[in-house]
C-alpha cells in the first residue's frame, strides 16, 4: 500500500469508505442481487469465470458487484481469491463429443447430422434498443428451442474420417499438463500451455489479433466448421475407490476452426486446426482464441513467423488483462522520487546545453 504522502493512510482509507458509497449507488434504487447479475448478465459473469480461470457463477457475480463492472477488475478479484483455495488434484479430461447441445452451428457444412441448433444467439437480432427492457419487468416470453437437447457429432470427426483435416494429437497420459498460476512462463511453449494462456487471455486482445490474422498479418484462411454450447460432464478420479467419479456438470462453448491446409512428400494435403474452449456462452472468446491458436502453429507447421498473431511470446506475454492493468494502472500511484531525478537530470542536459550554445557567441563578440 502507497502511503508515501503526509495522512495517506487516512486518505487512503477514506478512498474505500467513498468507493463503498459510489458502488452502492442512489439509496432510492433498490441493491442488484448476485442472482440477478448471475442470471441477466449472465454472459458478463461467464466472461469473468472464464478469464479469472474458476467456474463459480456466484463468486464470479460478486466480483462484477464489487468492481462495479470493471471486468477486469472483477477478473482480478476472481483470481485473487482461486489463489487462496486448497488443490485436491486434477479432473480428467472432458470429453465435448458427448456434450448436451443447446447451440451447434457450422459454417462449413448446412446439413449435418443432428441438424444446426441456432439456441440463444444475437446473431440474427436488429441490434436497435429495445425499449420495453426500461420497464421494471418484462413480458413473460414462451420458451422456445430449435431442437431438443442432445449429443451430436462434432464437425471436425466427420471431416477425420475421411482423412481430410488433420488428426488431433494424442498425448501421453502419463505427462504432466503445464500450469501458468504455478510456473512461470518460459519459451518455447508448448501447445498445452498457449491454450492455457489463451483461455485466461483479455477478450479483446484475442479479438484483435483474430482480426488481424483474417486480414492477412499471418497464415490463415478460417472456416468456422462448429461452435458449440452446452453442458459437459466434470470427472474426477477417487483414488480410494479406483475410478472416476462424476463431480457434475458445467456449461462451455466450444470452437472448431477449419484452416487452410498443409502436405508434404509423405503426407496428403489435409486442412489444419484451430481450437477454442471457455466457460459458459463465450462465442466470440472461443471463436478469436481459435484463430490466434492456428496462427501460433506456424513453428510446428514450418510456416514463416511475419506477423504479431504469429509471435507465441508477443501473443502470451501481453494477453493476461491483469498483468497489463498492473503495468498500466500502477502510473496512478506516487513515482515522487524517479520524477524529481529525471528532471534534476534534464535541468542539468538543459544547462549544460545552453553553455555549450553560448561558447561561439562569446568567442565572436570577443574577436570583433
Known amino acids: 500500500m502507497y502511503v508515501a504522502v503526509k495522512g495517506g493512510e487516512r486518505a487512503i482509507e477514506n478512498a474505500h469508505r467513498l468507493l463503498a458509497h459510489e458502488r452502492r449507488g442512489d439509496r432510492d434504487v433498490p441493491e442488484v442481487s448476485l442472482a440477478q447479475i448471475s ?32 471486468m477486469i477488475e472483477a477478473i482480478f478479484l476472481l483470481r485473487a481469491f482461486r489463489a487462496t483455495l486448497p488443490r485436491f488434484g486434477s479432473s480428467e479430461p472432458i470429453d465435448t463429443s458427448q456434450m448436451q447441445v443447446r447451440r451447434r452451428v457450422s459454417s462449413t457444412f448446412k446439413d449435418m447430422p443432428g441438424g444446426q441448433v441456432l439456441g440463444p444467439t444475437f446473431d440474427y437480432t436488429h441490434r436497435l434498443l429495445d425499449p420495453e427492457l426500461t420497464g421494471e419487468s418484462s413480458p413473460e416470453q414462451p420458451a422456445m428451442t430449435d431442437a431438443e437437447p442432445g449429443v451430436m457429432p462434432r464437425v471436425t470427426d466427420i471431416l477425420g474420417r475421411d482423412g481430410l483435416i488433420e488428426t488431433s494429437p494424442i498425448e501421453d497420459p502419463e505427462k504432466p499438463v503445464g500450469d501458468l498460476t504455478r510456473d512461470a512462463l518460459s519459451f518455447p511453449a508448448d501447445r498445452d500451455l498457449r491454450l492455457q494462456n489463451l483461455a485466461r487471455a483479455d477478450e479483446g486482445f484475442l479479438l484483435s489479433l483474430g482480426y488481424s490474422s483474417q486480414r492477412g498479418y499471418g497464415r490463415n484462411h478460417p472456416f468456422a466448421g462448429e461452435i458449440r454450447l452446452g453442458e459437459v460432464e466434470v470427472e474426477f478420479m477417487a483414488e480410494d475407490v479406483g475410478f472416476a467419479v462424476p463431480l457434475g456438470s458445467i456449461t462451455l462453448t466450444e470452437c472448431q476452426m477449419v484452416n487452410q491446409f498443409k502436405g508434404s512428400d509423405t503426407e496428403a494435403p489435409c486442412f489444419t486446426r484451430g481450437y477454442g474452449l471457455a466457460f459458459g456462452q463465450s462465442e466470440r472468446k472461443v471463436m478469436s482464441m481459435a484463430l490466434v491458436d492456428r496462427t501460433l502453429r506456424a513453428r510446428e507447421l514450418g510456416e514463416d513467423i511475419k506477423a504479431p498473431a504469429q509471435d507465441e511470446e508477443f501473443v502470451m506475454s501481453h494477453s493476461d488483462n491483469v498483468q497489463a492493468t498492473g503495468f498500466v494502472e500502477h502510473l496512478k500511484l506516487p513515482h515522487y522520487v524517479d520524477f524529481q531525478s529525471e528532471l534534476g537530470l534534464l535541468r542539468k542536459l538543459r544547462k549544460e546545453f545552453a553553455d555549450a550554445n553560448e561558447t561561439p557567441v562569446a568567442l565572436q563578440e570577443a574577436a570583433e
Open 39 to 70: 442470471n441477466q448478465l449472465g454472459l458478463a459473469v461467464d466472461r469473468v469465470m472464464t478469464e479469472g480461470s474458476l467456474y463459480d457463477r456466484e463468486l464470479a457475480a460478486l466480483a462484477i458487484k464489487q468492481a462495479r463492472g470493471d
